[in-house]
């Protein structure tokens, strides 16, 4: 986040943190059966680069799952800078609008617990905030729907949530200004504890750390203890359109590159095998006629129309959050 000064990163007692990157373990869950993934770094290359780039401290924020992690602690007992993170996905259920919750700091019984009520936020948060478990919403309006009312969509999410992402770099920088437009109205103008937070939601090594969050902390569990209580920020920038096009296509080829692994792998069966290949086989033209472009497009073209559309009536908008908005008591 601009905000910052550069003098302020040469302090050595900041250290730094991507909230939000990806390992081989984000299973792409709608082609499940065909064995996509949502990226195909290694635990330890997502480890190696992070530190090469100036993290201090590491974590794997995996779609659901904390198996890269587990990982990583199996083959490296003994590390002392990595936590344990996931990218949990929950829904309203009376809407099924999507959320995106960055968990940090969690162990296997929580993971369990969280995978258990993660269908219904209403229920996840409240086991989250019982367990003291630090967590905050990724890329706020990714998938918002228009159909939501917009201030009693985020009056709610911010009777949720104290962490907020306000810089990702996989997000058009549009949203992300209005997500930290928005927060930052909200800590000046309610005196709302709001942590601000930023992750690359690197999915190919090449974004790994571009975007971090800075605090200080000697050890993981301090660094996440001042995340917690917002002495922290955002920092760096988001990755520019053609290079979120190029990671599409990156993640393609890793895909069409595990097919011999795949064909070879005795845990799977004959119809897993075949499914695979037929995935793969399908993914070539789709590819060549520029659907992942197309989709990839849509999608960046979507947060921009929203964001820009809230954004026209942010005065209105900030205006209408006000304490008791989300469940209707406000005077």
């Not at 009777?159 to 437009?181: C, I, P, R, T, W």
């Not at 750390?209 to 996440?224: D, M, N, S, W, Y």
């Not at 920092?235 to 993640?251: H, T, V």
């Not at 964001?307 to 908008?317: A, E, I, N, V, Y």
Request: aromatic letters at 10%; hydrophobic letters at 40%; a neutral charge.
């Amino acid at each position: 986040m601009s905000s910052a000064s550069e003098p302020f990163l040469s302090d050595p007692a900041l250290k730094r943190a991507d909230l939000h990157c990806h390992s081989r373990f984000s299973i792409f869950k709608y082609f499940k059966r065909a064995n996509t993934r949502d990226c195909y770094n290694a635990p330890e290359d997502v480890y190696r680069i992070a530190k090469e780039r100036g993290m201090s401290f590491v974590t794997l924020t995996d779609h659901d799952s904390i198996d890269g992690a587990l990982y990583l602690l199996n083959k490296w007992p003994d590390m002392k800078d990595f936590f344990i993170g996931e990218e949990v996905e929950t829904y309203f259920p009376e809407t099924s609008q999507r959320i995106h919750i960055g968990v940090w700091g969690l162990n296997e019984a929580q993971h369990r617990e969280i995978q258990r009520l993660r269908p219904d936020i209403r229920e996840l948060i409240p086991y989250m905030k019982s367990e003291r478990l630090l967590f905050g919403i990724n890329h706020l309006f990714q998938n918002y729907r228009m159909k939501n009312v917009p201030a009693r969509y985020i009056a709610e999410l911010l009777d949720m949530f104290k962490v907020f992402e306000v810089l990702n770099g996989a997000m058009a920088s549009y949203h992300n200004k209005m997500v930290q437009q928005l927060v930052q109205h909200v800590k000046e103008t309610h005196g709302q504890h709001i942590s601000m937070v930023g992750g690359s939601d690197a999915h190919t090594l090449k974004h790994v750390a571009k975007v971090h969050t800075v605090a200080k902390g000697e050890t993981p569990q301090e660094f996440l203890d001042n995340v917690r209580e917002g002495n922290c920020f955002a920092w760096g920038s988001e990755m520019r359109f053609r290079e979120l096009i190029a990671d599409i296509y990156l993640l393609t080829l890793a895909y069409q590159s595990e097919m011999g692994a795949d064909l070879r792998n005795r845990e799977y069966t004959r119809m897993d095998k075949t499914i695979q290949l037929a995935g793969r086989l399908a993914s070539i033209p789709a590819t060549i006629s520029g659907i992942p472009a197309a989709i990839t497009s849509l999608n960046y073209l979507k947060q921009i129309v929203v964001t820009k559309g809230l954004s026209f009536r942010f005065s209105k908008l900030v205006e209408e959050i006000r304490p008791g908005f989300a469940t209707g008591e406000q005077q």
